[in-house]
């Protein structure tokens, strides 16, 4: 029997795995001690731990150890990757380049570094999602400092190509920082093959626990330096003060192990499962994928059914089953989506668009259930619309 609601929102948190979960487990009760305590075997013991954790995470994005900085989540570490190269590189200029597509995380931290005198370039898209290379190159000026880029985008999934943003930025002698909390874990992330210099990524994304997270900060050519931006204790290299969460480092580090292991037989899955879920929407009449279909994360699909509200939608099918729709990926506003506006969506078909994001404990029969649901409720709503009505009797709507 098919258990409901059927969870397809693995975009904005994931299940964490059973397997993340036990390891966790001991760091609460037994091995509680503080990894900070050097003078006892609990302090000792829990600075094993997060050692051993910090060696799976780097491992899994070809990092040292030395240079994962452990937050409390991807927000954390966004802010601290940008507002820490800000003021540190303030010498050399104030000027940032990100695109109008990046998360919120980004996006608001921007606009903060904004106010404080930071000048932003906020490069478009395409109505691919994607950004143009020579637009990029053409924004670098002598003050840049940073190029913030996202590996793969949340809402659309659509994979920014990060190899040839890392050569415009070296060529330039800029740093370039990606937000690959939606990559990391589900396709490979190589932070020297991808030339990045600083990196975030989120344990919850990708079956780990909430509230833990990192930031990647290359050690070697170039050496990426950070002003802090919580002060006290000096933990993290002196980068993030404050007693380290060792249980959610814990879960990090397994999920990240299990990612690194399950990563090819997880896409082998879910792939087929995505595009199985695509198809059979996209035979729907006026239904349209948003996003490269081609540069694409293996598990998310973001489609738009034209004169169908999301919002409709998603009551239509009664809560059976639990994605996002295309009205703010912070579901607290009913604002059409930044990023498929930015690719230049009408707001009406921003307003029609559904967020799949599937994962590793999702099922065919789940995949099937969703198919059949989905595609009675959109032509459910579209028989009692007069907009769909008069679009049949062949009335020009534009
Ligand atoms: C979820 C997400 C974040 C925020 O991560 P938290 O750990 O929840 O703070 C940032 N960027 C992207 C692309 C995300 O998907």
Redesign the pocket.
Known sequence: MLQLPVYLDN???TPCDPRVVAAMLPYFTETFGNAASRSHPFGWAAEEAVDYAREQVARLIGAEPKEMVFT?????A?NLALKGVYEMYAGKGNHIITALTE?K??LDTCRHLEKMGARITWLPVNAEGLIDLQELEAAITPQTILISL?Y???ETGVIYPVQAISEIARKHDVLFMS?A??AVGKVPVDVNNDGIDLL?L?A??LYGP?GA?ALYVRRRSPRVRLTAQIDGGGHERGMRSGTLNVPGIVGLGKAAELCMEEMTTDTARILPLRNQLEQALLELELSFLNGSRQHRLPHTCNLSFKYVESEALMMGFNKKIALSSGSACTSASLEPSHVLKAMGLSDELAYASLRFGLGRFTTAGQIAFTIRTITEAVTQLRNTSPIWEMYKDGVDLG
């Open positions: 975009n904005a948190t409390s989540g991807a927000t954390e966004v998360h995380a980004v996202m793969a985008n949340n937000d909390t939606q975030t989120s919850h994304k909430k997270g």
